[in-house]
């Protein structure tokens, strides 16, 4: 800053070896995060560091890996979100300070049911799928109500409503009405 009356500024120095991401997290998944964990914060739960994978918008997939850092204590109420940064790495200068990005942090890995994204519908009662009633070539078409998480390279994760068991209808959907007969396989 130069000036003798109003300070002007002239430059800008950004040491970009390290950025930050900043993102706002649900306070739904804190809460779920808080109790999976004795309400314990990350670090004190014994956990190693965690995990936070992230993209920039022309990039495919999450190349760049890096850790949390601090969250803020408290929630936005007129958000209902808390605000959270995590470090990564940059020595070849590939992300740019002030870019937009995706983040995915990683709280551990379990075992879930996904189905196609484009096989999950939506109406007035809420998120469902249609499913093939039957063991055989044909079988009548039932929906099922779902409850949907995030979708992870075009899958949609199912947290109830659906068994391993059941067989999705994935093509052909706009033509499948409840009630209806299906042809399972190929369906020439």
Do not use: C
Not at 111 to 137: E, F, N, S
């Amino acid at each position: 800053m130069v000036g003798a009356s109003e300070p002007t500024l002239l430059a800008t120095v950004i040491n970009d070896s390290k950025v930050y991401a900043t993102y706002d997290m649900d306070e739904r998944v804190i809460l779920e995060l808080r109790r999976g964990n004795q309400n314990k914060r990350p670090g004190e739960d014994g956990r190693a560091e965690l995990v936070v994978r992230m993209a920039m918008a022309n990039e495919e997939g999450w190349p760049h890996v890096g850790r949390f850092e601090r969250a803020d204590n408290t929630v936005n109420s007129a958000t209902g979100t808390l605000r959270v940064e995590s470090i990564f790495e940059n020595p070849d200068g590939a992300i740019v300070p002030g870019t937009f990005v995706r983040v995915r942090p990683e709280f551990g890995e379990k075992d879930v049911l996904t189905v196609p994204d484009v096989a999950v519908m939506a109406d007035q009662r809420g998120r469902y799928v249609l499913v093939v009633a039957g063991a055989g070539a044909e079988g009548s078409v039932e929906r099922r109500d779902v409850t949907v998480g995030e979708v992870v390279e075009r899958r949609r994760v199912i947290m109830s409503g659906l068994t391993e068991a059941d067989r999705v209808i994935t093509n052909g959907v706009q033509r499948a009405r409840p009630g209806g007969t299906v042809k399972v396989g190929g369906g020439k």
